[in-house]
């Protein structure tokens, strides 16, 4: 005879295996100090929403067109988050279906493109992304890329080598955007260049949305074709993707998304995105973001006095990339200096890299984290002391300690997830 499971089973047991690692993973969140620019600390709201019974529904499909029954609740929760990213952005339109920034560039592709269409984006070495070409990813695969370059002086984007390129390649999509570029990207200059060659721009704002969705960087909506981004980098979301743009696009991004590339979409995140985007419009957010920049650029300044060399001099968002060359530490090696230290980052290609990505030149340094936990511009000044002192001290372990002991007194001051268990 069967066994009947009870449904408080369900609920009552816990799987003492992945709990422990859990309760390890959040003890290393509250014991490191996190420079990685494209993480952040999500709310706790935003964490609850989506350990919730959401998850349990299938809901191919859109609002009100779903292959599935039993979607009514699913479908407020789904028309919520499209309505709060429209407003959040001031765009006509918005898909919020995405599983992650790369899946919402798929996306652009499947709707636009024919396999060998021609792709112009910028370098990955330069600070461009995977899902912009690079020829393991699959956008590299299917489609003929070209790449603009930032000024080998300068270390920005040369605007006009750009239109150059352009007007050699033809290219049938431009994007802009980037994963480790410290300057304002000019999407109406990019715009002017896509218009003189016929081409469609698309904006990856992946690492800006939530600079842009707090004022402090131009936007990209209105201005290019399509815009796409994730809601777990500086928009303090879940792990996500997003897609903007004009509703004469609606009909051809939906199909892309579903059935195009995607099948059922993650409700439970969808709902979590609700409540990142409406905390996106909140006063105090519009100041949070301002924080980033304001400590962004102390922090980069502090290093920068202490002879670090930072790429293109400086920044204008919320990272910034050092080049360690003239201190003869490599990126890899820095990663595990400062990460003895309880400062966690990762290694980065600077432009023009001579070494391979998995050793690297340069660092890349984020303040979206340490901001959130209420870090201003004093403590961005510490933070580059002990960065400075870690890295000119790397042999040695005693100073290492000192440097770590700084970091506990730092975490004790601004800790994360007080009275919070999972």
Do not use: W
């Not at 709990?19 to 996190?34: H, M, W």
């Not at 809601?231 to 897609?243: D, V």
């Not at 985007?277 to 100041?287: P, V």
């Not at 309880?342 to 979206?368: C, E």
Request: glycine share 8%.
């Amino acid at each position: 005879m069967a066994t009947k499971l009870k449904n408080n089973t369900l609920s009552k047991e816990k799987d003492l295996e992945i709990q422990k690692i859990i309760e390890k993973e959040l003890a290393r969140q509250k014991s490191k100090l996190l420079l990685i620019a494209s993480e952040n600390y999500a709310s706790q709201e935003v964490i609850k929403t989506m350990g919730t019974v959401l998850t349990n529904k299938y809901a191919e499909g859109y609002p009100n067109k779903r292959y599935y029954g039993g979607c009514e609740y699913v479908d407020e929760v789904e028309s919520l988050a499209i309505k709060r990213a429209k407003k959040l952005f001031n765009s006509k339109y918005s898909n919020v279906q995405p599983h992650s920034g790369v899946n919402a560039n798929i996306a652009i592709y499947v709707a636009v493109l024919e396999p060998y269409d021609k792709i112009l984006s910028m370098n990955l070495t330069d600070g461009g992304h995977l899902s912009h070409g690079q020829s393991h990813n699959l956008s590299g695969k299917y489609f003929t890329i070209y790449n603009y370059n930032v000024d080998r002086e300068t270390e920005v984007i040369d605007y006009e080598e750009v239109r150059k390129t352009a007007k050699k390649v033809k290219p049938k999509l431009i994007i802009a955007g980037a994963s480790s570029y410290s300057r304002i990207i000019d999407f109406k200059k990019f715009r002017e260049i896509a218009d003189e060659v016929g081409a469609y721009l698309m904006a990856d704002i992946a690492h800006i949305a939530g600079l842009i969705a707090g004022g402090v960087h131009p936007t990209s909506v209105d201005v290019a074709d399509f815009t796409t981004g994730t809601t777990h980098k500086t928009l303090r979301g879940p792990r996500g993707g997003f897609i903007l743009a004009g509703d004469k696009y609606k009909d051809i991004l939906n199909q892309a998304i579903f059935p195009g590339s995607q099948g059922g979409p993650l409700m439970h995140v969808i709902a979590a995105k609700a409540v990142c985007f409406r905390e996106a419009m909140q006063d105090s957010y519009k100041e949070y973001a301002k924080d980033i920049v304001k400590n962004c650029k102390a922090l980069c300044e502090s290093l920068k006095e202490d002879g670090f060399r930072i790429v293109s001099g400086g920044t204008d968002n919320h990272l910034f990339l050092i080049d360690l060359s003239n201190k003869d530490i490599t990126g890899f090696e820095a990663t595990g200096i400062l990460g003895s230290c309880g400062i966690v980052i990762n290694k980065n290609l600077i432009p023009y890299d001579k070494k391979n990505p998995t050793v690297a030149s340069g660092i890349r340094i984020g303040t979206a984290a340490v901001t959130t936990q209420g870090m201003g511009v004093n403590e961005m000044r510490q933070i580059g002391e002990i960065i400075s002192f870690a890295l000119h001290n790397k042999d040695n372990s005693k100073k290492l300690k000192e440097a770590k002991n700084k970091v506990d007194k730092l975490l004790k001051d601004f800790p994360i997830y007080q009275n919070f268990n999972q």
